[in-house]
């Protein structure tokens, strides 16, 4: 069963773990010793909560239990015509379980109730790519690193961009 729970300041020390869960292996693939990842991955950390703030100032983040254990969090924020999954994080041992889809499926039902798109971004070499390809979501745009992409039904009514 998953539960989700808004973040409190007691989850800090769990979501600098799962931010350096998703990063361990990319980072590890560069060769740098244990201090240096370390003191980058601090870094990297920092600066990532900073952008978030910044740039989703009414952001909902939540960390997501599964049959009671902390399993990874979910951070989304709503504008006139979206609903923005800004990151969606699961601890690699939980990954492949229906977690990460049953969050976004959750997210496609609250887009179209509120008739908004569901947008996001994704790493173009994530293995989530292909689990939001399967979800219906399509490419909008990319640059060198990332997918934007959307999800809509024709139930979806909103404003299209000019």
């Excluded at 600066?47 to 978030?52: D, G, K, L, N, Y």
């Excluded at 999800?151 to 909103?158: D, E, K, S, Y």
Aim: glycine letters at 4%; one cysteine or more.
């Amino acid at each position: 069963m998953l539960e989700k729970s808004s973040v409190c300041p007691h989850h800090e020390a769990f979501l600098y773990e799962l931010f350096v869960n998703t990063r361990l292996d990319e980072v590890t693939a560069w060769g740098w010793d244990e201090s240096t990842k370390e003191n980058f991955l601090k870094m990297q950390w920092t600066a990532q909560s900073r952008h978030f703030a910044s740039e989703y100032p009414n952001v909902e983040h939540y960390v997501i239990r599964h049959e009671g254990q902390l399993v990874g969090r979910q951070m989304t924020s709503s504008t006139e015509q979206d609903v923005l999954l800004i990151d969606i994080a699961i601890l690699p041992n939980y990954r492949n379980q229906g977690i990460g889809t049953a969050l976004i499926v959750e997210l496609q039902e609250l887009a179209k109730r509120s008739r908004k798109r569901l947008r996001l971004s994704v790493l173009k070499t994530s293995a989530a790519v292909s689990l939001y390809h399967r979800l219906g979501f399509v490419t909008d745009k990319e640059n060198d690193l990332y997918y934007f992409m959307k999800w809509f039904t024709t139930q979806n009514v909103f404003k299209e961009d000019a």
